[in-house]
């Protein structure tokens, strides 16, 4: 049983501590998972800035031999920051503004599909804004 056990980790990759406690190593992040029985543990970190790549290992420390133990250095990259959401575009039909719910766009980011604004259909409120036909039928 390990009377420490957690991970190092870091933006920079860096060498092996060997004996040496995590807050004493190179890697300026510590997670401690505190002192558990043999087999695997795992640490969730959030927050981490996007497209960065991140070094770490895993260390135990075993109190009756005295002795820090790290594992292999291995590293991961966070996805890059979504974008935010486009803006409302604006039409003017006259003398009428319309926004739309949705811009129109090439592609996305996945360049895959194209969206386009195919027809706006004005829809009068008023009575006052309806032409009358001629009654004649002309």
Do not use: C
């Amino acid at each position: 049983m390990a009377d420490r056990k957690g991970f190092v980790w870091d933006t920079t990759s860096r060498s092996d501590p060997t004996n040496t406690s995590p807050e004493a190593s190179d890697y300026s992040n510590v997670e401690d998972v505190g002192v558990l029985a043999n087999g695997a543990y795992a640490v969730a970190i959030s927050s981490l800035p996007g497209s960065t790549t991140h070094y770490f290992r895993a260390f135990g420390y075993d109190e009756s031999e005295t002795q820090y133990i790290y594992g292999s250095e291995l590293s991961f990259t966070t996805f890059a920051p979504a974008p935010p959401p486009p803006e409302p575009e604006s039409y003017t039909i006259g003398e009428k503004e319309i926004k739309t719910k949705w811009p129109i766009v090439e592609g996305n980011q996945f360049g895959t599909t194209k969206t386009h604004l195919k027809k706006i259909h004005l829809v009068p409120t008023k009575q006052s804004n309806i032409k009358k036909r001629n009654q004649t039928g002309l």
